[in-house]
């Protein structure tokens, strides 16, 4: 048995839960992360999310799933509404991790984190770049993967693997979670 290669993964809960429900499902949160553990060698799960007061049992729950939830506080806005934007948490947690795992994977579709996978491909410290939506992703990502060096990978094709279900015994009884940076979900 050979062992394992200690990537982590960095991974943009609110790209990634918006863009699975866009495409009219539910990801399985337990389900992704021996998936990412069983096809990247993940060790490690960074999951960067709103904190709002209230959600305890997912953040348990995610914790209990093997994620490291790193917590943004979120504002308040008109009518309900909640602001969170973790890109800054995710790009300096992936930097201050940097010694410490082999590769890493970023799990979003969003360009903000260009420079990031830039420099990680220079340093040869980026092993993919999972996205949520094959259909709905930004170009700047598209710019750094090249014939002879794929970066991406995209959730939408394991849609039967890592989907949600209710009835399923797989899914032990999980929850989805909503997005995180509204009350009524």
């Not at 953040?59 to 800054?88: H, M, R, W």
């Not at 996978?117 to 710019?143: A, F, M, Q, T, W």
């Not at 959730?155 to 039967?160: E, S």
Request: net charge positive.
């Amino acid at each position: 048995m050979k062992p394992s290669p200690n990537n982590y993964a960095f991974i943009d809960s609110q790209n990634l839960n918006l863009a699975i429900r866009e495409q009219g499902w539910r990801l399985d949160w337990q389900k992704l992360r021996v998936y990412l553990k069983d096809k990247y060698g993940i060790s490690k799960a960074y999951i960067f999310i709103g904190y709002i007061r209230g959600n305890e049992a997912l953040y348990t729950f995610l914790q209990k799933a093997g994620y490291v939830c790193i917590f943004k506080p979120v504002l308040e806005l008109s009518e309900g509404k909640v602001k969170g934007n973790v890109d800054a948490e995710l790009v300096l947690h992936t930097m201050l991790e940097i010694e410490h795992y082999r590769r890493a994977i970023i799990v979003s579709g969003d360009g903000d984190f260009y420079c990031l996978i830039e420099h990680l491909l220079k340093v040869d410290k980026l092993e993919k770049v999972l996205i949520p939506n094959k259909n709905k992703y930004s170009g700047l990502l598209k710019r750094l993967s090249t014939p002879t060096r794929n970066i991406l990978d995209f959730v939408t094709p394991l849609r039967r693997k890592l989907e949600y279900s209710e009835n399923e015994k797989g899914s032990r009884g999980t929850k989805p979670f909503g997005n995180p940076f509204r009350r009524d979900s």
